[in-house]
């Protein structure tokens, strides 16, 4: 996974003129990690059969509302790739207060999901789910982190 987003970053930053190139393999790269993300959760959750049929549909419409999120977080990062040679404080502000707003959408969206979640599970399962996804996208933030750099500043 990480020589999959190094992979992405440098395409983002290296070649903006192959934008429709980059959209294809971001999408490529969203589909395996929609995958290994699923898969991370099954291996690492215990369910009776009667969870399971719940929980597996309530997953994949959380993951559906997540991924409309995690496009507007990639349209920050591209047009701050195409922008950061160039950026001002006026384009930076406006990428910070929109990665601020999805940072909140996100935290909404979590919090609705949780208690469905816990709901069709228990209280401590939907936790561990939220645990569980709460690490991975940890996982890659820190790739993105380290390959985003950071604002020059004057």
């Known amino acids: 996974m990480k020589k999959l987003l190094f992979a992405l970053m440098m395409a983002m930053f290296i070649a903006p003129a192959w934008s429709q190139s980059v959209d294809d393999i971001i999408e490529v790269?969203?589909?395996v990690l929609k995958t290994e993300k699923k898969a991370a959760v099954a291996a690492n959750m215990v369910f009776t059969d009667a969870e399971a049929a719940v929980f597996w549909p309530l997953y994949e419409e959380f993951s559906s509302e997540e991924y409309k999120l995690q496009t507007e977080r990639i349209k920050i990062i591209k047009e701050y790739a195409e922008s950061y040679s160039k950026l001002d404080d006026v384009k930076a502000d406006e990428l910070m207060t929109r990665n601020i707003k999805l940072k909140q959408a996100v935290a909404k969206l979590?919090?609705?999901y949780y208690k469905k979640?816990?709901?069709v599970i228990s209280p401590s399962k939907?936790?561990?789910f939220f645990q569980i996804d709460n690490k991975i996208n940890a996982l890659i933030n820190a790739e993105l982190a380290l390959e985003i750099p950071l604002v020059e500043t004057k």
């Open 29 to 31: 790269e969203r589909a």
């Open 126 to 128: 939907a936790t561990r």
């Open 110 to 112: 979590e919090m609705k």
């Open 117 to 119: 979640f816990k709901k």
